[in-house]
Structure formats: C-alpha cells, structure tokens
C-alpha cells in the first residue's frame, strides 16, 4: 500500500530468489512448512497504521470494561469451562480487512478476533526471512516499539510466567501432526518449551505430569494451543488429562477466553471498524438482501460452518432454540491492494497483542498477513494462485 516501497520489492523481485527463499524457511525452522508462503509482504502506511490503532482501541475498550465477563458469560459451553480463569486473556488477535469505504479511502474492517495465541514464534521468523531475501526498507518495523530481541523476550515471559521452561508445556493434540507445527519449533527455540501432545500428559491427583527422555516431569503451567472443536472431534484419544478438569496448573492463554472473545463479542462492539453484526435469535425477521450477508456458527475455527452466500432456507433450517448460536455478519467487500506482477491482490490484517498480568490493557506487539486472489481468505479459494498465502506486514515509521 506504499507504491515506493512495493515498486522497490517488485522490480528486485525474481522468482529464483523466491524459491531460495522457501527452500530457507524449511532449512532454518528444520520443518517442512506445509503452508502457502506469500511471495511478498505487506507495506503498510503511517495514515493507514493510524486507523488499525484506532479501531484496535476502540475493541479494547469493550474488552476492558468492568462487566466484560459478565457480558460473555454465555460464550462459554457449560460442559466446556474451565476452572481457575485468569483475569483476562494474555493474548489477543484482531483480524482486519482491507476494504474501500464510501469516500473512496482505504479502512480496516474487523472479520474476525480471538483471544487465543496465534503464530507469535512463526511471525518473528518469516520477517526475517523475507528483510533476508527481498527488499525491505531498513526502517520499516514489523514489531510495535519492540527490538526483536526485546520482542523474543516478552514472548518468553509471558509463556513462561516465571517457571522454568521445563516445567511448562505448549499444549496441543499431535503437535507435529498440525499445520503450525513449524511455529511450535520456532516458540521452543525461543522460550524453551517444548510442544507435548495432551494425549502423553499423565494425572496423578491434581497434578499433571508429562515425560522427557523417560523422566517425569511436573507441569506448572500450559501455553494452550488445543481447540475445543478439534478435541471434541477426536473420539480416538485416550486422555488421562480432560481440560474441564479441576487440576493445579496454571494457564499461558486460559481456554475459556478462546470463547469470550471471538465471534460471540462482535453483536456488542459498536465502531465504524467494525460491519453490522448480530445473533440470529435477535432476528424478528431476517434481512431481505441477504446476499449482502455471511452465516457464522458461533463455535467453529478456521471458517468451518461459515455460508458465504445466504439463502432464507439456510436460516429457517436452523431450529429457534440453536439461533443464539448464530450471527448474521454485513459482507464486506476486500479492496485488491497490493500490486503483484500479473494484477492486485486482497489482503487481511492480523494484529497480535499480549496482555501482561497485573497490566491495564493488552499491547501491540507483532502482526500477521494473508494475501488473497479468491472470493475469501483461506486456502481452499486460492488454489494454484500466485503471490497469496501467509506473509507480514511491515509498517511505516511515523
């Protein structure tokens, strides 16, 4: 979005240097990434930077209001809580597209939120990579007010929370069977922790416990990474540990703020960042364009469940009682941005934040980009496209 910057990277761009640069990223992570790499980051400018902050903000003050638990009470499945709930989530991402609004100025509209950790290993990673092969400004930042080295040490403490690595554990089923495995790698290379698989962890009591070359080891504390939608799926494993589970342990990224903030905290957030949103069940009759609205189930990841193209039988199927499970999302248009060889390409905004104990509010740390050619972002509408994928951003310094 800086044309200086993106005509620079694409005049230096070749498509040699782009597979020496891949073939780097396996090497260096020693994981084969099993992912779509975009060939191009994202340059973001100082005015455009100033919007992403300002909607950011306006989130995070619903989030930090007094009756925020309150308000999501509800978003947590009663057979899915767990106990000991820290004060608020520790980590925080805000997804944004890149849409054209009526004065014809670029804006940040928000699809998406969790509070939920993302790919803050990866991220860090892959900047380095791509300021390693490509044309990069030197004083463009893809951290917020951070050196990278103080970045990785911040990563480390949260996750940490004062343990000894060992003692903590990045929690997921088959770690290396997942897509993010490769972040998982990168996290331990910069914290220590290792990814152990919720299936190994044994309980004795109220204690957990897991296994490191034959020894046994007490689990303080959980970097959680597992997802109530995939564990409940997987009727095979045989768990000795249940997350539910009254256990002494305590929690880098609590599960039930996986369900507070998300999909069920839009229908509240009031922001011209932010497209109409409501539940189903508050419906009296649904809209007549419907074509000009998403379906969203409430309790789904990575876009599962979601009805790009709205029919009226698609809602009536939906029974009254299961409708406070659904929420009718404004479409928003995605503004083709970035200039790539061959035409424009859509992007989405990932801004990653950490929220330090005994701290007023999260904080800005890091980011994550998606390129797109397809109808949406995701993998299955950009098959056999160019420059789409997982990418960064790099911001303008003010």
Not at 19 to 39: G, K, M, T, Y
Not at 62 to 87: C, G, Q, S
Not at 221 to 243: C, S
Request: charged share 25%; hydrophobic share 40%.
């Amino acid at each position: 979005m800086i044309t200086s910057a993106r005509h620079s990277y694409n005049a230096s761009f070749s498509e040699k240097e782009y597979q020496l640069f891949l073939s780097d990223l396996n090497s260096s992570a020693h994981h084969i990434v099993p992912f779509r790499v975009a060939e191009s980051p994202v340059f973001v400018s100082r005015h455009f930077k100033k919007k992403l902050l300002a909607a950011s903000e306006q989130i995070i003050d619903f989030i930090t209001t007094d009756n925020f638990k309150k308000i999501t009470e509800r978003a947590i499945p009663k057979n899915l809580f767990v106990p000991h709930e820290t004060n608020h989530t520790h980590f925080l991402a805000l997804d944004f597209a890149v849409v054209k609004n009526q004065a014809g100025e670029l804006e940040p509209q928000l699809i998406e939120m969790q509070g939920f950790p993302s790919l803050f290993g990866w991220q860090d990673f892959l900047a380095a990579k791509y300021r390693e092969h490509f044309s990069v400004p030197e004083n463009y930042f893809n951290h917020f007010e951070l050196t990278r080295s103080d970045y990785q040490q911040l990563i480390k403490k949260i996750m940490l929370g004062g343990h000894d690595a060992e003692h903590v554990v990045l929690l997921e089923i088959e770690p290396m069977k997942q897509n993010t495995a490769v972040d998982f790698l990168i996290s331990q290379q910069m914290t220590g922790v290792a990814p152990v698989d919720i299936a190994d962890v044994k309980r004795e009591g109220r204690k957990l416990y897991y296994l490191k070359n034959g020894q046994k080891i007490l689990i303080e504390r959980i970097y959680n990474r597992v997802i109530f939608d995939e564990l409940i799926k997987r009727k095979d494993l045989q768990l000795q540990f249940n997350l539910t589970e009254d256990v002494e342990v305590e929690w880098a990224g609590h599960p039930n703020w996986f369900f507070r903030i998300s999909k069920f905290t839009m229908p509240f957030l009031k922001s011209p960042f932010v497209p109409e949103c409501k539940f189903l069940s508050d419906y009296q009759s649904f809209p007549a364009d419907l074509e000009n609205y998403v379906l969203k189930p409430l309790f789904s990841f990575s876009g599962a469940g979601v009805i790009f193209h709205v029919k009226q039988s698609d809602l009536e199927s939906i029974p009254v009682s299961e409708r406070e499970n659904f929420l009718l999302q404004r479409k928003i248009q995605y503004e083709p941005v970035i200039q790539a060889p061959d035409g424009l390409v859509k992007t989405e905004i990932r801004l990653l934040f950490v929220w330090e104990e005994n701290k007023p509010r999260p904080v800005l740390v890091t980011n994550l980009a998606r390129l797109s050619r397809g109808e949406m972002i995701g993998v299955k509408f950009n098959k056999d496209k160019t420059w789409v994928g997982g990418s960064v951003c790099f911001f303008e310094p003010d």
